[in-house]
T-cell receptor
Framework: AQSVTQPDIHITVSEGASLELRCNYS??????LFWYVQSPGQGLQLLLK??????LVQGIKGFEAEFKRSQSSFNLRKPSVHWSDAAEYFC????????????FGAGTILRVKS | ETGVTQSPTHLIKTRGQQVTLRCSSQ?????VSWYQQALGQGPQFIFQ???????GRGNFPPRFSGLQFPNYSSELNVNALELDDSALYLC?????????????FGPGTRLTVL
């Protein structure tokens, strides 16, 4: 079965510092990979997605993620964090073999200190 | 273009009662998925509806049921509420079914079961 692990429950970074949020998945073939962001009281907003091709994908709000097949990882990065990036981030995996669902990780809460 | 909307925003019920949550999909989208997000966890897939038919179901008991209407809006019904049903319920719509299609999430309905 698919599973998604986000090993960091909370991360605190200083404004202007770089950010990397980790995501590991368990699945045999190449899945469809997503990063979503959720602000308090809000639904989920898609930051970026990877289906195939170039393993470095660019998303909205200056985020990027890199797919590493050998490590079963899809880490999210941002070179310079802004205070407005404080939110909860979810990695999600989908695969045709498992139907139409997305499987989400438990999330990482990002705090930004000024 | 109107995004995904959900009603009500908040709901308080007592154990054993029944509840209906509603979702209006984004214009042009024929697929609606429902997710349950318990506190401190990632969303978990409940089921998906595609053109008024159930199109995949997660590991939820039959007391969780749904409907999709000809205008592609959807309802989630939960019977015999239990305390553990307290969660944020998210609805997501997509242009077509399939895990490789971007899902657009609504703001959610916060259900509290006392």
């Amino acid at each position: 079965a698919q599973s998604v692990t986000q090993p960091d429950i909370h991360i605190t970074v200083s404004e202007g510092a770089s950010l990397e949020l980790r995501c590991n998945y368990s699945y045999g073939a190449t899945p469809y990979l997503f990063w979503y962001v959720q602000s308090p009281g809000q639904g989920l907003q898609l930051l970026l997605k990877y289906f195939s091709g170039d393993t470095l994908v660019q998303g909205i709000k200056g985020f990027e993620a890199e797919f590493k097949r050998s490590q079963s990882s899809f880490n999210l990065r941002k070179p310079s964090v802004h205070w407005s990036d404080a939110a909860e981030y979810f990695c999600a995996v989908g695969a045709m073999e498992y139907g139409n669902k997305l499987v989400f990780g438990a999330g990482t809460i990002l705090r930004v200190k000024s | 273009e109107t995004g995904v909307t959900q009603s009500p925003t908040h709901l308080i019920k007592t154990r054993g009662q029944q509840v209906t949550l509603r979702c209006s999909s984004q214009s042009g989208h024929n697929t609606v998925s429902w997710y349950q997000q318990a506190l401190g966890q990632g969303p978990q897939f409940i089921f998906q509806y595609y053109r008024e038919e159930e199109n995949g179901r997660g590991n939820f008991p039959p007391r969780f049921s749904g409907l999709q209407f000809p205008n592609y809006s959807s309802e989630l019904n939960v019977n015999a509420l239990e305390l553990d049903d307290s969660a944020l319920y998210l609805c997501a719509s997509s242009l077509v079914a399939g895990p490789n299609n971007e899902q657009f999430f609504g703001p959610g309905t916060r259900l509290t079961v006392l």
